[in-house]
């Protein structure tokens, strides 16, 4: 069994603070967009967040609080795998919630865990298939650190792959101009809604 989770920790410093999966473009909150990618090619979803999880209720979907605080994204990644293991799955596709523009069929380009997105020659490590199992590696990793370790690090570590994918759907939004960019390409387009929410 596969099940997702969707990356929305983290400061958005570069955006001026906020929750950057909850900016709308094209009509839908960058989540939406995540969403309406994602839902059926995992059996369940869960969201990674920290503070108050009812910002995100709308979503129907678990949200899951970083074990690990101040240590960047692979504790939400470890927040998902150990959710994962509960739910019995064996892979944990993870997505972050800033990348709106995945495409439909992510978790078949990726073929089988661990595989890491690449796009133009750069990584998109948060665009990855996790193995459940690897697990503990990570929490190792997470309980000796003093800062946030580097999510290539743990890929690598785990014998990450890297797969391929077409130009600009790994496009995500990290400034106001990238933002003002996304929201220039989504313009005029119908942009399916999610199938919840
Ligand atoms: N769970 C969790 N997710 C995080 C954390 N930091 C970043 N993320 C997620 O990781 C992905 C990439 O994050 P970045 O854009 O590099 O960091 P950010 O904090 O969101 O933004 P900046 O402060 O502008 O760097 C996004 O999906 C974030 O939601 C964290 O501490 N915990």
């Known amino acids: 069994m596969k099940v997702g989770l969707i990356l929305a920790g983290g400061l958005a410093s570069r955006m001026g603070g906020g929750d950057k999966p909850l900016l709308m473009a094209g009509g839908h909150t960058l989540l939406e967009h995540v969403l309406a990618r994602l839902e059926a090619q995992v059996d369940r979803l869960a969201i990674s967040a920290n503070g108050d999880p009812a910002r995100f209720s709308v979503f129907g979907m678990p949200v899951l609080a970083d074990e690990f605080a101040d240590m960047g994204p692979l504790s939400g990644v470890l927040a998902g795998l150990d959710w994962a293991a509960g739910q019995g799955a064996e892979i944990l596709v993870t997505v972050p919630g800033d990348t709106p523009l995945i495409p439909h069929d992510l978790v ?31 929490r190792d990793m997470l309980a000796v650190a003093s800062r946030g370790p580097r999510v290539s690090d743990y890929a690598r570590a785990i014998g990450a792959r890297a797969e391929e994918l077409p130009a600009g759907s790994l496009d995500n939004v990290n400034t106001p101009d990238d933002l003002a960019r996304l929201r220039a390409r989504l313009d005029g387009t119908s942009t399916p809604g999610p199938a919840r929410g």
């Open 108 to 138: 078949e380009r990726l073929g089988s865990a661990p595989a890491h997105a690449a796009s133009g020659g750069r990584m998109h490590w948060l665009v990855g298939m996790w193995p459940v199992a690897s697990r503990r590696v990570l």
